[in-house]
């Protein structure tokens, strides 16, 4: 039986920032970004938008073309979660009128979380094919002003829905896997923005990489990195997405370059980071760039800080390419209203971090908004200027 992704949508922040205007306003190179990192714009969101209205947004969008018949789990994913108990998917599940008979959670695990709910997901739909379960990974990713990871910023979510015969793509039983206890990236309570050795963050992520597919490979005997048509790596920014490749190739010995992972990288240039979306912006960004992978086996690695990681293959439906819709998914990036750069840095410093009453300025065009906090409590709505 095979079980996988049936339907899969996306959803970023109102504004976008270039990352030349970044460069040019702190005295950097723009190539060092452009060219360096390989990032062209990060999405900016507005002050009444956050990692649950974009996942309504991506939800929404989902269950617009599948409905809701027999989904009876709802899995977020998300590092940038909006409260320490409240699951940022029982503000989901309220905002959407979604059905009361279901699971609902959220899971964290630095950029992995999204691959942990996706596994979760498709271990219950083995069990009752008939099942259905949401996953959405949801992540604004904001790093301090002046620090060596602001022009890797991003928001952004993704939203699938996993069942039984997918449409879209199967996801294969055996995995590798791998976890390390590593300070390479963590985000105290008490701090609105991660702390980050950059140099061991790199050497982390790519032990992990090795270290998956060695499991993987242990699992998988007599596998080749030359079973796999193409190659999806987690994405903060398309260099490290680069690096992890070559370091796939070197350890296997396997002679192909970059061009099978480029498919994969046209959507993080544009966003920039999504931590728990990012593998799965890449994902979508394959499924719409390259229409012949049909029956193909894909290579997907997923990694999160701290250090979690996992190898996973996905094999693209016969019909893959008329469920994922790539050009609305290039209009919703080209509708991102420009921002300069001082507009961009008032937004990074009106963030709140406390629960004290407010309201939201009426900013966003996407359907669902956060309004404020009273008595405590966050307040989601839906979006009146949208029909």
Same mark, same amino acid.
């Given at each position: 039986?095979? *079980?996988?992704?049936?339907?899969?949508?996306?959803?970023?922040?109102?504004?976008?920032?270039?990352?030349?205007?970044?460069?040019?306003?702190?005295?950097?190179?723009?190539?060092?970004?452009?060219?360096?990192?390989?990032?062209?714009?990060?999405?900016?969101?507005?002050?009444?938008?956050?990692?649950?209205?974009?996942?309504?947004?991506?939800?929404?969008?989902?269950?617009?073309?599948?409905?809701?018949?027999?989904?009876?789990?709802?899995?977020?994913?998300?590092?940038?979660?909006?409260?320490?108990?409240?699951?940022?998917?029982?503000?989901?599940?309220?905002?959407?009128?979604?059905?009361?008979?279901?699971?609902?959670?959220?899971?964290?695990?630095?950029?992995?979380?999204?691959?942990?709910?996706?596994?979760?997901?498709?271990?219950?739909?083995?069990?009752?094919?008939?099942?259905?379960?949401?996953?959405?990974?949801?992540? *604004?990713?904001?790093?301090?002003?002046?620090?060596?990871?602001?022009?890797?910023?991003?928001?952004?979510? *993704?939203?699938?829905?996993?069942?039984?015969?997918?449409?879209?793509?199967?996801?294969?039983?055996?995995?590798?896997?791998?976890?390390?206890?590593?300070?390479?990236?963590?985000?105290?309570?008490?701090?609105?923005?991660?702390?980050?050795?950059?140099?061991?963050?790199?050497?982390?992520?790519?032990?992990?990489?090795?270290?998956?597919?060695?499991?993987?490979?242990?699992?998988?005997?007599?596998?080749?990195?030359?079973?796999?048509?193409?190659?999806?790596?987690?994405?903060?920014?398309?260099?490290?997405?680069?690096?992890?490749?070559?370091?796939?190739?070197?350890?296997?010995?396997?002679?192909?370059?970059?061009?099978?992972?480029?498919?994969?990288?046209?959507?993080?240039?544009?966003?920039?980071?999504?931590?728990?979306?990012?593998?799965?912006?890449?994902? *979508?960004?394959?499924?719409?760039?390259?229409?012949?992978?049909? +029956?193909?086996?894909? +290579?997907?690695?997923?990694?999160?800080?701290?250090?979690?990681?996992?190898?996973?293959?996905?094999?693209?439906?016969?019909?893959?390419?008329?469920?994922?819709?790539?050009?609305?998914?290039?209009?919703?990036?080209?509708?991102?209203?420009?921002?300069?750069?001082?507009?961009?840095?008032?937004?990074?410093?009106?963030?709140?971090?406390?629960?004290?009453?407010?309201?939201?300025?009426?900013?966003?065009?996407?359907?669902?908004?956060?309004?404020?906090?009273?008595?405590?409590?966050?307040?989601?709505?839906?979006?009146?200027?949208?029909?």
């Amino acid at each position: 039986m095979n *079980v996988g992704i049936d339907a899969i949508s996306v959803a970023t922040a109102h504004y976008r920032l270039p990352l030349p205007a970044l460069a040019e306003a702190t005295g950097v190179d723009p190539n060092k970004y452009t060219i360096g990192l390989g990032q062209q714009h990060f999405s900016v969101p507005a002050p009444d938008e956050d990692t649950v209205t974009m996942a309504a947004d991506a939800v929404a969008q989902l269950i617009g073309r599948t409905g809701t018949d027999e989904v009876r789990s709802i899995f977020f994913a998300t590092e940038s979660s909006v409260d320490q108990s409240k699951a940022a998917g029982v503000f989901l599940h309220g905002l959407l009128g979604l059905p009361e008979h279901v699971r609902t959670v959220e899971f964290k695990e630095a950029c992995y979380g999204g691959t942990a709910a996706l596994q979760c997901a498709l271990a219950l739909v083995a069990r009752n094919p008939e099942e259905r379960v949401i996953v959405v990974a949801s992540d *604004v990713a904001r790093y301090a002003i002046d620090s060596p990871g602001e022009p890797t910023q991003g928001a952004g979510a *993704v939203a699938m829905m996993v069942s039984a015969s997918p449409r879209i793509m199967a996801i294969e039983q055996k995995t590798g896997v791998y976890t390390k206890d590593v300070n390479d990236f963590w985000r105290p309570n008490d701090s609105s923005t991660p702390f980050v050795l950059g140099h061991l963050s790199m050497d982390a992520y790519l032990d992990a990489f090795t270290g998956a597919w060695d499991d993987f490979a242990a699992r998988n005997p007599g596998v080749k990195s030359t079973d796999f048509a193409r190659f999806v790596h987690h994405q903060p920014f398309q260099k490290m997405a680069r690096k992890a490749h070559r370091q796939l190739m070197s350890y296997t010995g396997d002679g192909r370059g970059d061009e099978i992972i480029e498919a994969g990288l046209h959507y993080s240039a544009q966003v920039g980071n999504c931590y728990t979306a990012a593998l799965y912006w890449g994902i *979508v960004s394959l499924l719409t760039h390259d229409s012949g992978l049909a +029956g193909e086996r894909i +290579g997907l690695f997923s990694y999160g800080s701290g250090a979690v990681s996992e190898f996973f293959v996905g094999r693209p439906a016969a019909r893959y390419a008329e469920h994922v819709d790539g050009a609305a998914i290039d209009a919703t990036l080209a509708s991102r209203e420009k921002i300069d750069f001082s507009t961009y840095r008032a937004l990074h410093e009106e963030r709140h971090v406390d629960s004290r009453d407010y309201a939201t300025p009426h900013v966003t065009g996407a359907p669902y908004r956060f309004a404020g906090v009273k008595d405590h409590a966050r307040r989601y709505e839906r979006n009146k200027r949208v029909a």
